[in-house]
């Protein structure tokens, strides 16, 4: 049976886990006073100075929740329930009132958001490192990103550039959040660390310790670098990539008696083993550069002494082109003479043997000359002396002369050569000479290789091309032998009976390139050969 509801009202107070106390407040006096209240608030009550904060708010009339921040830390949080209770008096207001100290868990809540900011600076400094192509540009932006968001004072990446006698390393990085802050001296840029009696963090770092240390927990020889520095509190992180040890995170406190929490510590390893991946790949592109650059100096190289034995040649070729050219030259002068003269001797009638020779000297003699022209011909063109005499005229005029001229080999032969002049009749500007020159060679040799009673001889006009189409019913030429016999000195089935050089089709080959055109060929062994010259009605 309960009798007294005030004991079962304060029992209830109790069960709250904070400072509970029930206030009668009266509103024009603006004082209060305490009904109940329960032992955490008697407690505080001691700690705090609650009579003279409940008296400030009621006056301001002020019931919104406040957090208290105390001298020693603790964070205390106050609120008011205000309630209607009727005990007749109009001026009185009754009222709940809250204090709990909530230093824990705003410390928690701190520490999140410290974590969090943390975190959002190692993202955006991996982010600018993966942006950038060259880690010496993106680097210090990326760190300093780091390190504003950090609890330490100042930042650096030293670079390893030790040898096997040294341990030296180059700054890379130095930055500070502020200026109050002292940077890495300038003499650490030359520095042995072996030899200055940094030897155990050297040690330590490569093996991938990190070295966290204060000022009075360092050895003898180690303080001066506490001295030169500035720094209270020390992390030095190793930069590592596989067993490669690439450098150092280095980050420093000033403010005495700091601690990193070990969460931080895994933190700061993560952004180093980032570090150590963009270092190395920096590195390797570096590397890749420079192989790229000796390589391209090394195909220069080879290509000036490519083309340098390209101009020895061409020097070897032209010359070789002149003394034959030359040669050719001398020898169809004599030769000219031979033939002239052979044909002015007048022997007996009845020396039919000194007739017999003249008539070698004289057929042998032309032979030879034909052959030295058609030389004296591949020279040219070979060497690009050739020279071409530009004019205007009709294709199937220079077909008709050429026609002409051949007459009397067909005649001999017993051939008839049909022509089939172009429906339309316009000019061209082309060297008519030279396309005489290859037409006699293709009509020449469908008299020699063909063995029909006649011979084809088209001249046709296709779009802005003259075609001029030489067809014989001869033996044909095999698809392996088609692009042979454009070479010089290619000749088939050389068993003397034919007469020739083999140089007619090259000399014809080139004259028609000269011209701007070419010969096709197309034939099948027993079915004959259709050679077509192409020229373009305009030379350019
Ligand atoms: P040549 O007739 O002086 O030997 P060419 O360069 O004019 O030299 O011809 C090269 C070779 O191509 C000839 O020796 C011959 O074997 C072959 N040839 C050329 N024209 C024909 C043709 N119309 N029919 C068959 N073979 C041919």
Known sequence: MIEDPLSLFQASLEGNDSGTAILVINCIEKTYEILLKNSIFRKLETEFDLPCFLKNK?????????????????????????FEF?????????????????????????????????????????????????????????????????????????????????????????????????????????LDWKEVGLNRWIHKLKKGKIIYLKKDNALTKEKWYFDESKAETILLIPVKFEKQFLGIMGFQKYKPNFVIHHENLLIYQTVSRWLGLFVQRDLDLTELN???STLESLILERTLALSRTKEELERAYKAKTDF?????????????????FSKLIQLPEDDLTGKEYLHYIYSGGTRLLKMINEILNLMKIESGQLKLQISEFKPEEIAKQSLELIQPQARAKGMEIRFFPPIQ????????????????????????YGDHSYVEFHCEWSESDVHYTVRDFGPGISEEDQSRIFHSFTRLNEDGKIEGTGLGLSISQGLAEKLGGNIELSSHLGEGSTFTLKIPKNIK
Do not use: C
């Open 58 to 82: 009621i006056k301001q009339n002020d019931f919104t929740t406040e957090i208290i921040y105390k001298i020693d830390g603790k964070i205390l949080e106050t609120s008011f329930g205000n």
């Open 86 to 190: 009727n005990d007749g008096s109009e001026n009185k207001q009754y009222s709940k009132f809250f204090i709990r100290d909530i230093t824990i868990k705003q410390k928690q809540e701190e520490e999140i958001a410290w974590r969090l900011r943390f975190e959002l600076g190692v993202a955006s400094s991996i982010q600018i490192l993966i942006q950038k192509s060259s880690i010496r540009e993106s680097l210090p932006q990326a760190l300093y990103q780091l390190l504003y968001f950090t609890e330490m004072d100042s930042l650096f990446f030293l670079k390893n550039i030790s040898t096997d006698e040294s341990q030296k390393f180059e700054i890379w990085v130095n930055e500070r959040k502020s200026t109050e802050y002292p940077l890495l001296p300038e003499k650490f840029k030359s």
């Open 425 to 448: 009749s316009e000019n061209i500007r082309s060297d008519s000479g030279k396309i005489q020159q290859i037409l006699l060679n293709l009509l020449s040799n469908a008299i020699k």
């Open 324 to 340: 034959l050219t030359h040669v050719s030259h001398e020898l169809r002068t004599p030769l000219n003479s031979i033939i002239g």
């Open 290 to 292: 420079r192989y790229k």
